[in-house]
């Protein structure tokens, strides 16, 4: 008999049974298994959810081959398709020589098979007629082509003992002929439920050998679907192996992660979690990854089983399990410590490619280890960074990020190789780069402006996200468009294309936006945009993220520095919500502080009581407090009203009265510096009489000498001088300083208690956020004194009588 005649027959045959049997055996199991919500993939959480249809009760399946459409270069089953399947939605379609031009066969069903929205198999038995089986598309705009590929799969080829337990997406089964797998699906349809397991597995495998590009034409095959459906039949009668290559054949068939039957093989290996060995567990979950499905029922079974398995653990058995604790997201807290043990005896052992996936495993999970293991995990790094990928080395800066570990030596070497990397590396790369620089507040030039460099031609693939963290990362860390004339342009310009997004992701533009001001760069229309009402109304309905603090952040910027502003700004009332929240954290935390509250009390006494000092946020929406103090410029201390001791929200930042204090009355009060009190600052010595040089270089220094309980010196570095002394004589006792009438407003002192997060990393340079608050309080009319933390907490434990030396000189030294 001719090939044409078999076919003809089995056609014949076909149309026969389908006439008999209106419903299909396995529709009941299919059925009971999908009343609970669906299993997305990694991708599709991030979507929203919620697409119904509206399906008829009966039809008639329709083949259309071009129902189902594929990119022009499909990546094939590989990370680069499980991302860039859930985006690509314009794909132009397959032809082939092969394709049937109609379809011979019929299959009736029931509204209530299926209650799944996105499956394959539903979609094909809940159409109507003619209907096409599209990917749904939100208002996602066309995404933009990766500009350099990473394989985070590489580390499986350090060792042959990975075979065992990961599939190998390079090592694509030889080919077979389109022609041989519709013979193929004919046999299927002449056997049908007579099928034994080993029938079911050998026809998946065998059509697995299918080529990539043809593949698209045995998924909308409905004899392929009638194999899909007798394979659910057999489930339960799968050996072991026999299951874990049926889901191999799926990888291969490029199967949609959010197939309907997807779920019942999930339910099986669970329930044979118990029988499987430890690297049938793991080459299943990798097999899950390669469909790109998320399986957190599976995965916790798998880590239940692996804390049985522990003594079976070496090093490929710790990277892959670390592998697939990063892409499942969680790590269960009782696996972090036996892990963290293995990890610590096998850190010789690793090669430098499962180093970065350690690293990248940790940093997805979010799992913390001590700060030692930590420690020693980047020291094995840094024995081997000259053997590692970019992708491993970034996976280490990522990893230090989260654990906050300023890893000095493996800082000191990146000062070297991103400069050599950076021309080959990517967008995200080079954002995570920055992003750890910018966690760890390590500013280094050579990073930055190599990273800076390199940008400007790979703007057009930047992400939304890309973008706003670059800018932010930049700003933080103080890097001016001086430096770089490019770097802010190209993002900013890759902010405005990307601007559909901001839909999803409104953090990004704001994000984006806070780095540019703490660099004094304003776009208008962008910021147009995030003042709008539109925008501010979605951004204050995230449940994820508190984006008023931001939106907060950048109106008083605007306030501020854009006086001739005439754009949006926010209501009154999210202004005074948001100035109420921020003062709250603020009492609770901020003001409890030992420094601060220490710094109010010296101040409260130098000046002569609390109604001269005021704990406030002066512009709440910089965050963070200041102790205010007001004088004339005469040099005496001013009273502060109760009105003035609130916070000013942003749109009082321009009104927030200089004028008020006219009729404010001079006070002389506060500490008299005299000669004992000078006396036991320098230890007895009276200062009636100048000293001689000689002498007055021997004069103490307000610091102690001698080591406190953790073997620590406190040095402050002021020395009591004679010129000091004076100083602080005059100051203590401040005599009228002549005509002021051209200057009749008060001095208004802004002072800050600082710590060392405010500043980058071994540095004096301020950070992103409390530079640009210095800049703001100068425009409100504030001087702004630093009470510097490697000055004043030293002091912390010292005599009264020095802090108010100190203090003193602090406050009345501004007037000079």
């Given amino acids: 008999m001719s090939a044409k005649a078999l076919c003809q027959h089995v056609a014949r045959l076909h149309n026969l049974s389908v006439a008999r049997h209106t419903q299909f055996p396995g529709a009941r199991l299919l059925h009971s298994a999908y009343r609970e919500p669906e299993t997305k993939s990694l991708e599709e959480e991030e979507e929203e959810e919620g697409r119904e249809s509206v399906l008829p009760k009966s039809y008639r399946l329709q083949y259309n081959p071009s129902s189902y459409r594929q990119?022009?270069?499909?990546?094939?089953?590989?990370?680069?398709?499980?991302?860039?399947?859930?985006?690509?939605?314009?794909?132009?379609?397959?032809?082939?020589?092969?394709r049937q031009q109609s379809n011979h066969y019929s299959v009736s069903s029931s509204r209530r098979l299926s209650s799944t929205k996105n499956s394959l198999v539903d979609l094909a038995f809940n159409m109507a007629p003619g209907a096409t089986v599209e990917k749904v598309s939100n208002y996602r705009t066309k995404p933009l082509c990766p500009d350099v590929k990473t394989d985070p799969r590489a580390f499986q080829r350090c060792r042959q003992e990975y075979s065992a337990m990961t599939l190998d997406l390079s090592q694509r089964p030889f080919p077979i002929q389109s022609k041989q797998a519709f013979l193929l699906l004919n046999k299927v349809a002449v056997l049908k439920g007579s099928m034994e397991p080993a029938d079911v597995t050998g026809f998946l495998s065998k059509l697995s050998h299918l080529h990539q590009e043809q593949a698209p034409l045995v998924r909308e095959d409905t004899r392929f679907i009638m194999l899909l459906r007798y394979a659910v039949e057999n489930l339960r009668y799968f050996t072991n192996s026999q299951l874990l290559e049926v889901l191999t054949s799926f990888v291969w068939l490029g199967l949609p992660s959010t197939h309907s039957m997807l779920g019942l093989y999930e339910a099986e290996l669970c329930r044979r979690a118990g029988e499987l060995g430890l690297h049938e567990?793991?080459?299943?979950?990798?097999?899950?990854?390669?469909?790109?499905?998320?399986?957190?029922?599976?995965?916790?079974?798998?880590?239940?089983?692996?804390?049985?398995?522990?003594?079976?653990?070496?090093?490929?058995?710790?990277?892959?399990?670390?592998?697939?604790?990063?892409?499942?997201?969680?790590?269960?807290?009782?696996?972090?410590?036996?892990?963290?043990?293995?990890?610590?005896?096998?850190?010789?052992?690793?090669?430098?490619e499962e180093i970065g996936t350690v690293c990248l495993g940790l940093f997805k999970s979010q799992t913390t280890l001590s700060?030692?293991?930590?420690?020693?995990?980047?020291?094995?790094?840094?024995?081997?960074?000259?053997?590692?990928?970019?992708?491993?080395?970034?996976?280490?800066?990522?990893?230090?990020?989260?654990?906050?570990?300023?890893?000095?030596?493996?800082?000191?070497?990146?000062?070297?190789?991103?400069?050599r990397r950076a021309p080959g590396m990517g967008v995200q790369a080079l954002m995570h780069v920055a992003l750890t620089c910018s966690a760890l507040h390590y500013r280094d030039e050579r990073i930055l402006l190599a990273v800076a460099k390199r940008l400007p031609s790979l703007a057009p693939h930047c992400r939304s996200k890309d973008a706003g963290k670059l800018m932010w990362a930049f700003g933080s860390l103080g890097v001016s468009p001086s430096q770089c004339p490019d770097f802010y342009p190209s993002l900013i310009e890759a902010v405005r294309q990307r601007e559909a997004e901001f839909q999803r992701y409104p953090e990004h533009l704001l994000t984006g936006l806070l780095g540019l001001a703490f660099t004094c760069q304003f776009p208008e229309d962008l910021l147009a945009l995030a003042l709008s009402p539109e925008f501010v109304s979605l951004a204050s309905k995230s449940r994820q993220l508190e984006l008023k603090k931001d939106l907060f952040t950048l109106d008083g910027t605007v306030a501020l520095e854009l006086p001739h502003w005439t754009g949006p700004r926010l209501s009154r009332e999210l202004r005074e919500e948001t100035t109420e929240m921020l003062w709250r954290f603020a009492q609770k935390d901020v003001c409890q502080k030992a420094e601060v509250l220490e710094a109010e009390d010296v101040l409260r006494n130098l000046l002569g009581g609390e109604q001269f000092v005021s704990k406030r946020m002066i512009l709440p929406h910089t965050r963070s407090?200041?102790?205010?103090?007001?004088?004339?410029?005469?040099?005496?201390?001013?009273?502060?009203?109760?009105?003035?001791?609130?916070?000013?929200?942003?749109?009082?930042?321009?009104?927030?009265?200089?004028?008020?204090?006219?009729?404010?009355?001079?006070?002389?009060?506060?500490?008299?510096?005299?000669?004992?009190?000078?006396?036991?600052?320098?230890?007895g010595r009276k200062t009636k009489t100048p000293l001689p040089s000689t002498q007055a270089a021997q004069r103490p220094l307000l610091q102690r000498t001698e080591p406190d309980e953790g073997g620590r010196l406190f040095s402050v570095g002021v020395d009591l001088t004679d010129g000091l002394i004076g100083?602080?004589?005059?100051?203590?006792?401040p005599a009228p300083r002549g005509n002021h009438?051209?200057?009749?407003?008060?001095?208004?002192?802004?002072?800050?208690?600082?710590?060392?997060?405010?500043?980058?990393?071994?540095?004096?340079?301020?950070?992103g956020l409390h530079a640009m608050k210095r800049r703001q309080l100068v425009l409100s009319g504030y001087r702004v004194v630093e009470l510097p933390h490697r000055e004043w907490f030293p002091l912390l434990r010292r005599t009264r009588a020095e802090k108010m030396a100190y203090m003193h000189c602090k406050v009345f030294g501004t007037l000079d």
């Fill in 71 to 98: 990119s022009r270069c499909d990546p094939g089953p590989s990370l680069g398709r499980l991302e860039m399947e859930e985006e690509e939605h314009c794909r132009p379609t397959i032809t082939s020589t092969f």
């Fill in 281 to 352: 567990l793991l080459l299943a979950a990798d097999l899950w990854r390669c469909l790109g499905r998320a399986v957190p029922q599976y995965l916790q079974c798998l880590y239940d089983s692996a804390s049985l398995h522990l003594s079976q653990v070496g090093v490929p058995e710790l990277v892959q399990l670390m592998y697939v604790i990063g892409e499942g997201r969680r790590c269960p807290t009782e696996l972090v410590q036996p892990l963290e043990q293995i990890l610590q005896r096998n850190l010789p052992h690793l090669e430098p």
């Fill in 371 to 419: 700060a030692g293991v930590v420690k020693r995990l980047v020291d094995r790094a840094h024995s081997v960074v000259y053997e590692m990928s970019d992708f491993a080395v970034v996976n280490v800066l990522k990893l230090l990020r989260f654990s906050y570990l300023d890893h000095q030596v493996w800082l000191e070497v990146m000062a070297h190789e991103v400069p």
């Fill in 625 to 683: 407090i200041d102790l205010e103090v007001h004088l004339d410029p005469g040099g005496q201390v001013l009273p502060l009203t109760s009105v003035q001791t609130h916070c000013l929200t942003s749109s009082d930042l321009s009104t927030s009265s200089c004028s008020s204090s006219q009729g404010w009355e001079k006070v002389n009060t506060g500490i008299t510096l005299t000669e004992d009190l000078l006396a036991e600052l320098t230890n």
């Fill in 727 to 733: 100083a602080l004589i005059k100051r203590g006792n």
């Fill in 741 to 767: 009438k051209d200057s009749k407003s008060p001095v208004r002192l802004a002072i800050q208690v600082t710590n060392r997060n405010h500043f980058c990393y071994h540095s004096e340079r301020l950070l």
